[in-house]
């Protein structure tokens, strides 16, 4: 990535943030896979048809189901956000960002572009979620625009922020029975 120091480094040096709800994230993806997996093996034996070729296939099936559900990390330094899957690290250098859009569709994805030619994509109620990580991006963001780069999506970082900031301000009514 192009920094002094590494992940590790960082992180124990406090400057790494990490979305604190990819563990819960992770244990729901595995539940449904195991909970699926279960109830298909029990309907499979009440009915007498179990064998060791649907076992595979339910077991099969339950891997994808996994798979299909298991979150994306995200992780914030000093100039950059990565979002790691299963397969791949994808990161963008937010000090260099050139376009911040929102995509929509089944599920909103935000989309940065950097400068590099990196691109990621993350879901944006990750940030709203996670203010350390919008502050990360938000920082290198205004970095980008004051150096010019960043041309679109400003607009889309001033929403994230108030979605953020009206979350937090809910939090704390809720948590002081002020509602």
């Known amino acids: 990535m192009g920094h002094d120091i590494t992940e590790r480094d960082a992180a124990t040096a406090g400057q790494i943030t990490s979305d604190r709800g990819w563990g819960a994230g992770?244990?729901?993806?595995v539940f449904c896979a195991c909970a699926l997996f279960g109830l298909v093996l029990l309907i499979d034996r009440a009915d007498g048809t179990l064998t060791p070729a649907r076992t595979g296939l339910w077991a099969g099936l339950s891997a994808?189901?996994?798979?299909?559900?298991?979150?994306?990390?995200?992780?914030?330094?000093?100039g950059w956000l990565a979002v790691r899957g299963?397969?791949?690290?994808?990161?963008?250098c937010?000090?260099?960002?050139?376009?911040?859009r929102r995509s929509e569709g089944v599920a909103a994805r935000l989309v940065l572009c950097d400068s590099l030619g990196n691109r990621v994509e993350l879901d944006p109620q990750i940030l709203v979620d996670n203010p350390l990580l919008l502050h990360r991006l938000d920082t290198g963001a205004r970095t980008a625009r004051?150096?010019?780069?960043?041309?679109?999506?400003?607009a889309e970082l001033r929403r994230l922020a108030t979605r953020a900031d009206d979350a937090t301000a809910r939090a704390v009514f809720e948590a002081s029975d002020l509602r």
Do not use: I
Not at 26 to 29: D, E, K, L, Q, T
Not at 64 to 78: E, F, I
Not at 146 to 154: E, F, K, V, W
């Open 146 to 154: 004051q150096n010019g780069l960043l041309r679109t999506g400003c």
């Open 94 to 100: 937010t000090c260099l960002l050139t376009a911040v």
């Open 64 to 78: 994808l189901l996994y798979l299909v559900l298991h979150p994306a990390r995200v992780t914030a330094g000093p």
């Open 86 to 92: 299963l397969g791949r690290r994808r990161h963008v």
């Open 26 to 29: 992770v244990r729901s993806a």
